[in-house]
Antibody, heavy 117, light 111 residues
Framework: EVQLVESGGGLVQPGGSLRLSCADS????????MHWVRQAPGKGLVWVAR????????SYADSVKGRFTISRDNAEKMVYLQMNSLRVDDTAVYYC??????????WGRGTLVTVSS | QSALTQPRSVSGSPGQSVTISCTGT?????????VSWYQQHPGRVPKLMIY???KRPSGVPDRFSGSKSGNTASLTISGLQAEDEADYYC???????????FGGGTKLTVL
């Protein structure tokens, strides 16, 4: 069974930085694209970023482009989200997600990021 | 980059059927058969209910079905049950450099 476990969330001031991590267990990590999805309090799901299994090809939502960087280490079965220049509207639960196709059948439990002064 | 359009809320009585629509463009919903649907109960992690427009993962009741016509995908829940009350999100591959998009979500109320 796949298990994705996020860590690294917390309280940060506007303009600050935070690095989220996601550890995988239970499946062939290097075969799958990995994504981050976020959900602001009381709001809907928003796709944030994606990295292909080649550790190189990435894409980002417009709202985070230039501020967030997704990366992965296939040997360590880890995916990361480096978040810089954080804004109040980045406050959300961040989910690490993946799937066996063009969908997400595996979700982590999420990690809360709060951006506030 | 615009979210897919879903009704904010739908409702139905136990035993009835409801359909939730998800409207996009020819660049996302209409361009690919990669629409999926997620159910989220309050405080819980989203759960995959439908993938590739109309396929059901193992364990999802056959009361849940998906379809697509043009740029609009639909999730139909038949034989509504109290536990179906939740938020539902559609999701589509877009194929461009920003290659994924969610719908805004629909709150289903079982009356």
């Amino acid at each position: 069974e796949v298990q994705l476990v996020e860590s690294g969330g917390g309280l940060v001031q506007p303009g600050g930085s935070l690095r989220l991590s996601c550890a995988d267990s239970g499946f062939t990590f290097s075969s799958h694209w990995m994504h981050w999805v976020r959900q602001a309090p009381g709001k809907g799901l928003v796709w944030v970023a994606r990295i292909k299994n080649d550790e190189i090809s990435t894409s980002y939502a417009d709202s985070v482009k230039g501020r967030f960087t997704i990366s992965r280490d296939n040997a360590e079965k880890m995916v990361y989200l480096q978040m810089n220049s954080l804004r109040v509207d980045d406050t959300a639960v961040y989910y690490c997600v993946t799937g066996t196709g063009y969908y997400y059948n595996y979700w982590g439990r999420g990690t809360l990021v709060t951006v506030s002064s | 980059q615009s979210a897919l359009t879903q009704p904010r809320s739908v409702s139905g009585s136990p035993g009835q059927s409801v359909t939730i629509s998800c409207t996009g463009t020819s660049s996302d919903v209409g361009g690919y058969n990669y629409v999926s649907w997620y159910q989220q109960h309050p405080g819980r992690v989203p759960k995959l209910m439908i993938y590739d427009v109309s396929k059901r993962p193992s364990g999802v009741p056959d009361r849940f079905s998906g379809s697509k016509s043009g740029n609009t995908a639909s999730l139909t829940i038949s034989g509504l049950q109290a536990e179906d009350e939740a938020d539902y999100y559609c999701f589509s591959y877009t194929g461009n450099y920003i290659d994924w998009v969610f719908g805004g979500g629909t709150k289903l109320t079982v009356l």
